[in-house]
């Protein structure tokens, strides 16, 4: 259903822990859709730290965060 999502979250802590290939599946399926990429940590506690996302750009709210992730611009950090 790539018509109806706009990125997709292509690395979480969490799931990199529990089953990498949840990462790796997500990550070919924005791939292969064109879409935006995002990485999140998941970190409801301290096991689950590292990931996210970092920009070239600063960012002053969730409408420029949005736009960059939108064009591209961000980079998934995958530290686990």
């Given at each position: 259903f790539p018509d109806f999502v706009d990125g997709v979250e292509v690395f979480n802590t969490a799931n990199e822990r529990?089953?990498?290939r949840f990462n790796a599946n997500a990550l070919q399926y924005a791939r292969e859709n064109g879409l935006p990429e995002t990485g999140g940590?998941?970190?409801h506690n301290v096991k689950n730290t590292g990931g996210g996302m970092i920009f070239e750009r600063k960012l002053h709210n969730?409408?420029?965060y949005m736009d960059a992730v939108y064009n591209h611009e961000g980079t998934v950090i995958k530290d686990v």
């Open positions: 529990m089953n990498p940590t998941d970190s969730i409408f420029d």
